[in-house]
């Protein structure tokens, strides 16, 4: 018998092997960022492309199919993610949408015969990113989808998708696992502190083992250490100095905190940042609701595209000024 990628999946993983036979058309993986559903799609797919599948169903991980599908090079899949893309400056960077010529290509690609004469399987990953031309040209293969294809779409939003795409697909949620399954999983990968990497992240593991392992910790602290003090925050100097945090690691940490001061000012407690709770308990009380609520929107917004900015040292000068206002 097979195991799911992660102990929290085991009952999705087998919901999906029991339907190996004859599966659905269109499946989509809805739920929060960091808790495996990427991992479970491609076994997923690994499990249908498989020719000498397990007596459950799952993959083998010894057949041709199985090989090829390692390596990156089985004919039958095809993954439809953000690229990188090259600008005018030479620099390389990662696409923020799936394109409409990546779908043209899918939608070609399935109209072809098989070659193994077994399933072909299309993974979309994150299927929130399909630009409004990409997700119409794949929706008509959604629709009637050539026989023996296999669309999984992966998403953390799925409200992001056109309504007619999600209602083509067989909807499978992925909720946040038991925390105590969480950190009984992070302390053997050897992480310590796991219950407060876990009020980081959300709850989500995989999000939790990222910090654990990225270095980024000490960049957070430094960040925070800041945000505690707005009546001695100077945003020239901490504008020029943060410049070096990346920028999904500013988003993260800016955007839990605001979330953090909202929490306090509407009575709620602290949920992210469990090692500040202290000092969130007293600004949320101080700051004003209306310019919090705009800013925590604001990032919000920001968090969508985590694009570069031309001055990024500008750009946080300004951010720290309205964080600033928050406590007049």
Known sequence: MSSAPYPWLESAWQRLLATRARPAQ????????????SELARAWAQALLCEAPLTDGAACGQCP????????????????????????????RMATAIEVDQARETVDFVQLSTYRAGFRVVLVDPADSLNPAAANALLKVLEEPPLNTVFVLVSDQPRRLLPTTRSRCTRLDIGLPAAETAAAWLAGQGVDDAINLLALSGGTPLDALRWADSGELDERRNVLEGLARPDQLDPVTLGERWKTVGTRT??????????DLLAVKLQGNVRFNRDF???????GK???????????RTQANEGRTLSHPLNRSLQLEAWLIQYRHLFD
């Open 26 to 37: 269109a499946l989509l993986l809805a739920g929060p960022r960091g808790v495996g559903k």
């Open 65 to 92: 199919a199985c090989h090829w599908f390692d390596t990156g090079g089985h004919p039958d899949f095809r993954l439809v993610t953000l690229q990188e893309k090259t600008g005018k400056e030479g620099e390389t």
């Open 250 to 259: 500013w988003h993260n940490v800016a955007y839990k905190w605001l979330g």
């Open 277 to 283: 709770a202290e000092v969130l308990a007293r600004l």
């Open 286 to 296: 101080e700051a004003d609701l209306a310019k919090l609520l705009a800013l925590a």
